[in-house]
């Protein structure tokens, strides 16, 4: 590229001896690496003026106010070319890859998750005094027209392309309620818009932040979205609290929070985002035929899934058609890995070890027999182990919780190495006397345990009470 060898000489007064056109994005613009025996730049070219004008002057003010986001050198004449800061090859994306791949993220792994979403309130606040929004591309800020362009590109580029029926006059009457929704706190803070884990660059374990060039005045749940419920990145319940909980510590340096509101206004904003990321995947994959944008299609339903478990009541036709979505035959058997199954069990001792109904020959089988028995007195032998009265005899002997904590650390283990190895089955059988208190509790405690840490399927049976349910 001769206009990108131009501006690296007219930065550095030397010519560069090598340039690498990098991997693309999912955008028209081009990376390239230009280097010599001392230096190395990152040279781009956009097709778009004024979306390079804005990213140009964002970064700027960005790297004058202290941000981690890389320098910017020089540009053309024409903004077409511009070369910048080169911050190596290393993306969080690929560095929490094996924490994706296997449902369980390393300490290390959840260390560089914590100081990316730590600086989001930075960009969201100090970020946004001083910036001239005027300059943002396509627009200066979140507004109602945006979010009908979202909603209408989820409808028209992917809802439709799925065959669902559905009534377009009601499906339009919930798009607007949520319009207002999303509306009714909107503040004069930077909307990074594409806030997620392959726009952060790691340089000596520090996160860098690119391609901001799409961000505008906006509200501030818009990013925590796009971060905690990135459709690949297959963070856990646990994950996700924690980095929620992360950005709300960062968040209180800049205004008070009230937690309670904060979590209900943001559940809006992640269906929100994911009606958007699913109508962006079904561009680029039914109408651009790019069929990898396919492949993310069942990461996204499944956070739909997971959502829609809690009803939005103020969109009950959108609710419905969700549901019927994310229950359609050709989602539901996208899934390009399958995940763990692991079943539950509590039983009772007098009426044997349940079977393994996989054929796989079972796994653990933990004896509550040494846990205090509530069984043994009158009062609780017509209560269970999920009753309020059982719980409490349990937790205020205390021994229980000796006997699951040791019990999460071997089963743990075993699930992560069970998904690394793709393996398809698990079965962890707790038993007691009755199959009635001390089993079922214990099943119950280690379900939820293992739902909120890993991404797996569970299936608990309390199998002398002749009740299963799914996680």
């Known amino acids: 590229m001769k206009q990108l060898e131009e501006l690296f000489e007219q930065h550095l007064h030397e010519k560069p001896s090598n ?21 190395s730049l990152i040279g781009v ?70 100081k990316t979403i730590e600086q989001l309130p930075s960009f969201q606040f100090a970020g946004a005094e001083g910036l001239d929004f005027s300059v943002c591309y396509p627009q200066p ?19 439709k392309a799925t065959g669902l029926d559905f009534s377009e006059i009601k499906l339009e009457d919930d798009f607007r309620k949520m319009s207002e929704i999303l509306m009714r706190n909107f503040s004069a803070t930077f909307l990074y818009r594409d806030f997620q884990s392959r726009n952060v660059m790691l340089k000596d374990s520090k996160p860098y932040f690119i391609d901001f060039q799409g961000g505008r005045k906006g509200p501030i749940y818009y990013d925590v979205a796009s971060f905690v419920w990135q459709a690949k990145a297959n963070y856990s319940e646990e994950i996700r609290e924690e980095l929620l909980q992360t950005y709300l510590t960062a968040l209180r340096k800049y205004i008070p929070v009230d937690e309670t509101y904060f979590r209900q206004q943001l559940r809006h904003f992640v269906l929100f985002r994911t009606l958007q990321v699913l109508g962006a995947y079904g561009f680029r994959g039914y109408f651009e035929k790019k069929p990898h944008f396919l492949q993310s299609v069942p990461f996204a339903i499944d956070n739909l899934r997971h959502l829609l478990q809690e009803p939005f009541e103020e969109y009950p036709y959108l609710s419905k058609i969700l549901t ?148």
């Open 19 to 39: 340039t690498e056109e990098l991997p693309s994005s999912g955008s028209n613009r081009r990376y390239f690496r230009l280097t010599n025996d001392k230096h």
């Open 45 to 114: 070219k956009g097709t778009s003026v004024e979306e390079n004008k804005a990213f140009l002057i964002i970064a700027k003010h960005f790297h004058d106010k202290g941000l981690p986001v890389p320098k910017v050198y020089n540009h053309s004449n024409d903004y077409i070319y511009y070369i910048q800061e080169d911050l190596g090859d290393n993306i969080l994306f690929k560095a929490t890859e094996q924490g994706r791949l296997c449902g369980s993220f390393s300490d290390e792994e959840r260390t560089l998750l914590r």
């Open 324 to 471: 019927g979505l994310t229950n359609m035959h050709q989602f539901s058997e996208l899934n390009p890995e399958r995940k763990l199954e692991i079943r539950i069990y509590s039983f009772a001792y007098k009426k044997g070890i349940p079977n393994d109904i996989t054929g796989n020959g079972g796994g653990y089988v933990f004896d509550c027999r040494a846990i205090n028995n509530p069984g043994k007195y009158e009062h609780y032998r017509h209560f269970i182990g999920t009753d309020p009265e059982v719980i409490k005899f349990l937790e205020d002997d205390g021994g229980v919780f000796k006997f699951l904590n040791n019990t999460y650390d071997l089963v743990d283990a075993h699930v992560q190495r069970f998904i690394e190895r793709k393996f398809t089955h698990m079965m962890v059988c707790f038993g007691c006397t009755g199959g009635q208190h001390r089993s079922v509790y214990c099943a119950e405690h280690l379900a939820e345990h293992l739902s909120k840490k890993f991404d797996v399927n569970i299936t608990l049976v309390h199998r002398e009470l002749d009740i299963e349910k799914t996680l």
């Open 141 to 159: 800020e979140f507004d109602e027209r945006m979010i009908s362009f979202d909603l209408n590109y989820f409808k028209y580029c992917f809802l």
